[in-house]
């Protein structure tokens, strides 16, 4: 009598087979197609088998082993060692993290700065600045990726010699933004580290931001600075400030900055107002290192900070450019009290000196005084 061959259990995948190692079967649980690794995760917390949560389409772990290796990355799980974070698990909790670069390094050494797509020249040049700070006093910089003050972040970190740790919302082998692709390539470069829940091939959707955002549980303080009303800022900071031990630091601004209402909510509720990097070190008991580039790099013999050695006159064009907003020349001349001619010299002495852009719209200011300069400056 011909045996038939045996079918695998009831909504099991064609290539499991029992004994398999537990490895092999999270690995292929990972990358089963799923909306939100975040649920499959708190099922595993829960009790859940891994086997039990396979499904008939989970890829061959071997395949997955394959493509991992091809684009240079790896699964790092709970039990693995240098796991970054078993000391601040996330809530809802993270199962698996697909890891390109080096493992991150956990809270113990990381901050995350984070902010909106649309923010302000001047918010970004902030969030360079501060990267670049935090990354030459030891610390890595731990952000999201994206346009904006995420990218600002990033380079901030790779400016000051640091590393840094790019958190995705789709698969690491996918270009997400397009723009930050040769971003990520310089992180990498530099030690840092891009990882991601969702497996290869996954494309960054909507759903995948919010809880992208928990994995701040990799930082011991999140640095806020840009955040509109209900903004994806809010959340990540509400993430950092529920896990207890986790700090919120706000960049403030103005009550008509629309830009800042978030952050001066935030503020409102307790968080800790930021003026500068030195705010940030205080919270996290640590000591500043001169960043190259870097208003203390750029003091003079004396010790003069350059901002100071800026002109009266253009440092009264920056006070009333301080909130990042666009204003044309006569907004300019009544706010400052500058007459057409010395308002011409100043404009132009902080445009020689990339701190201000003029287009057909008015001035921006678009960095800080003695800060790194924005891309393309």
């Not at 403030?252 to 030195?278: E, F, K, M, S, Y």
């Not at 445009?351 to 287009?359: K, N, Q, S, Y």
């Given at each position: 009598m011909t045996q038939r061959p045996r079918?695998?259990?009831?909504?099991?995948?064609?290539?499991?087979?029992?004994?398999?190692?537990a490895r092999a079967v999270m690995l292929a649980l990972a990358a089963t197609p799923a909306p939100l690794p975040a649920v499959t995760a708190a099922r595993l917390a829960g009790g859940a088998d891994p086997v039990e949560l396979l499904r008939?389409?989970?890829?061959?772990?071997?395949?997955?082993?394959?493509?991992?290796?091809?684009?240079?990355?790896?699964?790092?799980?709970?039990?693995?060692?240098?796991?970054?974070?078993?000391?601040?698990?996330?809530?809802?909790?993270?199962a698996w993290l697909f890891v390109a670069g080096r493992v991150p390094e956990?809270?113990?050494a990381s901050v995350a700065v984070v902010g909106g797509r649309g923010a302000s020249p001047l918010r970004r040049a902030a969030a360079r600045a501060l990267g670049a700070g935090l990354a030459a006093a030891g610390w890595s910089v731990v952000s999201g990726g994206a346009v904006g003050v995420d990218a600002a972040?990033?380079?901030?970190?790779?400016?000051?010699?640091?590393?840094?740790?790019v958190v995705l919302g789709c698969g690491l082998d996918v270009a997400y933004p397009r723009a930050n692709a040769g971003l990520f390539a310089r992180v990498l470069a530099a030690g840092g580290s891009v990882v991601s829940e969702h497996p290869p091939g996954v494309p960054p959707r909507p759903a995948h931001f919010l809880p992208r955002n928990r994995l701040t549980a990799l930082a011991a303080a999140v640095v806020v600075v840009e955040a509109a009303e209900d903004s994806g800022s809010l959340s990540t900071a509400k993430a950092a400030g529920g896990r207890g031990s986790g700090r919120v630091l706000v960049v403030?601004?103005?009550?008509?900055?629309?830009?800042?209402?978030?952050?001066?909510?935030?503020?409102?509720?307790?968080?800790?107002?930021?003026?500068?990097?030195?705010?940030?070190?205080?919270e996290l008991g640590a000591t500043a290192a001169p960043v190259p580039g870097s208003?203390?790099?750029a003091d003079g013999p004396a010790g003069t900070p350059a901002s100071a050695r800026t002109g009266a006159q253009a440092r009264r064009v920056l006070a009333a450019l301080v909130d990042g907003g666009v204003l044309g020349a006569p907004r300019l001349a009544a706010l400052t009290g500058l007459q057409p001619a010395a308002l011409a010299a100043a404009l132009l002495e902080l445009?020689?000196?990339?701190?201000?852009?003029?287009?057909a719209a008015g001035v921006q200011a678009v960095a800080l005084p003695g800060g790194p300069r924005p891309e393309g400056a």
């Open positions: 079918s695998p259990a009831r909504g099991r995948p064609g290539w499991w087979a029992p004994g398999m190692p008939p389409d989970s890829p061959d772990p071997g395949a997955v082993a394959a493509r991992l290796e091809a684009i240079g990355a790896g699964l790092l799980l709970p039990a693995d060692p240098g796991w970054p974070l078993a000391a601040t698990p996330p809530d809802p909790p993270c956990g809270p113990s972040a990033h380079g901030g970190a790779l400016d000051g010699g640091g590393r840094t740790v403030p601004g103005a009550p008509w900055d629309a830009g800042a209402a978030g952050c001066n909510a935030l503020i409102r509720d307790g968080a800790t107002l930021v003026r500068g990097l030195a705010d940030i070190l205080e208003s203390a790099a445009e020689l000196a990339g701190l201000v852009r003029r287009t």
